[in-house]
Nanobody
Framework: QVQLVESGGGLVQAGGSLRLSCAAS????????LGWFRQTPGKGREFVAV????????FYVDSVKGRFTISRDNAKNTVYLQMNSLKPEDTAVYYC????????????WGQGTQVTVSS
C-alpha cells in the first residue's frame, strides 16, 4: 500500500503561483509513476502531469506546459507541482496519484487539495 497526502492548495490571484506537495509513505514508490490530476464540478478527472520516480522523466498536458513543473525529492519521498502563471481555468481539486503506468493504472490516490484562482 502507498499512502499519499497532498498539501499546498489555496486561493491565489490570476498570474500568481502555488506549490503543491504530495508526501508518499508505505511501500517504496521507486518503481511507480507519480501523477497529478485535477477535477472540477461536472467534469471528469483530468491528467495534469506525471513523473517517473526512477529517472525523473516527466510529461505534461498541453494546457500547463511552460507554466507547471513536476519534480520529486527522493530523500523526502515527496513529489511537487510548482504552478506559475495561474489562470482561473486552473481552479480545481488537485489529486496526487501513484501508479504503474504513465497515464493509466493509478492504484493509489490522495485526498485532494483545492486550488482556486481568482480573476
Amino acid at each position: 500500500q502507498v499512502q499519499l497526502v497532498e498539501s499546498g492548495g489555496g486561493l491565489v490571484q490570476a498570474g500568481g503561483s502555488l506549490r503543491l506537495s504530495c508526501a508518499a509513505s508505505g511501500r517504496t514508490v521507486d518503481n511507480y509513476f507519480l501523477g497529478w490530476f485535477r477535477q472540477t464540478p461536472g467534469k471528469g478527472r483530468e491528467f495534469v502531469a506525471v513523473i517517473r520516480w526512477s529517472g525523473g522523466a516527466t510529461f505534461y498536458v498541453d494546457s500547463v506546459k511552460g507554466r507547471f513543473t513536476i519534480s520529486r525529492d527522493n530523500a523526502k519521498n515527496t513529489v511537487y507541482l510548482q504552478m506559475n502563471s495561474l489562470k482561473p481555468e486552473d481552479t480545481a481539486v488537485y489529486y496526487c496519484a501513484a501508479g504503474r503506468g504513465w497515464f493509466a493504472n493509478y492504484d493509489y490516490w490522495g485526498q485532494g487539495t483545492q486550488v482556486t484562482v481568482s480573476s
